[in-house]
């Protein structure tokens, strides 16, 4: 069967991987220089189990096998096992993580002794926690390097402008003004690009993007060793995403709003205001990270989405979008594949 995965990101080259173990023929068209370069870049990623709905815990377990199943063929370690933490001020906070851990099978704890709680970079940490075991921090550049090997054959560097259903497949138009080809199947994990060229072929994705950007700090000296992935929401009501990046260096991503982030703000707004506000927080809550900025991540999430895996189908077409998707890749990309040669469209989760 022939395919086109438009999209070389993550999710993109697993399925195009998966495919190709299956005996597919696959081209993985990516309009950037390089793969992963858009949603997927940065050098590290949370991996976790904790979420608020049960069915993504047991995805993320999914998931973590497959991972696992990657690690053996990279003779590396993709994701290392740090834990994650999810905390507030609150016990609501915690609550609905713990009840959806509990419900899917996953182990967790949500006390600590005192001589055992989290080792992280926080001037003071909150009362409610729920410790996460099996989380920790996927590194990005290992799984880039993976999948790269595994797909160079398919990848093809070109920027794909249109899609029309015919009676015998989808024609793939390229911006170049090259006809693309014509493939079988299309599957489109294009992200911020996925609603335009869904839209081409009867299949309604989010089109409303913001501005998000997560920056990277040093670590001090004194910083306690092994620090977990955490996850918590500030007195202040600011949610935040942290974790360890590369060694001695802690990465803080910061949800300000929609207010912030809109898209009509613009990027350099966006950006200044959530730069300012991240060095403010770390100045006031990481005593020990360094407030200064060595890094910083920028990408376009979807407006009003939370954790998810969303399917589309409509004939020859499948499209594929969600938020925080890179953990959830290795499934992802083995259920892509599934429907793409067994006719089988996975539910959705959100």
Partial sequence: MSVAVIGAGVVGLATTAALLERGADVVCYEQGAAVMGERSAGDSRIFRYAHRAPELV??????????????????????????????????????????????????????????????????RLPE????????????????????????????????????????????????????????????????????????QVGLDAPAALTHHARFTFPLREQAPAGPPAWITRTAGGLSTYQHSSTPGHWAVGLELGASATRWEVGRTAALEAARAATLDYVRAELEHVEPRIVDEIYCTPYADLDDGIHYLRRDRTIAVYGENLFKFAPLIGEQLAGAVLDGVVPSSID
Avoid: K, N, Y
Avoid at 59 to 84: D, I, K, M, N
Avoid at 128 to 139: E, K, M, N, T, W
Avoid at 161 to 189: H, I, K, M, N, Y
């Fill in 128 to 199: 409610h926690f729920l410790a996460d075991p099996a989380g920790g921090v996927i590194r990005v550049d290992r799984v880039r390097e993976f999948l790269s090997r595994i797909c160079a054959p398919a990848v093809r560097t070109a920027a794909v402008s249109g899609l029309e259903e015919t009676s015998d497949g989808v024609l793939v138009r390229t911006r170049d003004g090259d006809c693309g080809g014509r493939f079988e199947t299309v599957v489109l994990a294009a992200g911020a690009g996925t609603s335009a060229l869904a839209a």
């Fill in 58 to 123: 047991i995805a993320a377990g999914h998931s973590r096998r497959l991972f696992t199943g990657w690690e053996r063929r990279a003779g590396r370690q993709l994701v290392e096992p740090a834990g994650t933490v999810i905390s507030g001020p609150t016990e609501q906070d915690v609550l609905p993580w713990a009840r959806a851990m509990a419900s899917a099978g996953a182990p967790f704890t949500v006390s600590f002794e005192d001589d055992d709680r989290p080792r992280l970079p926080a001037a």
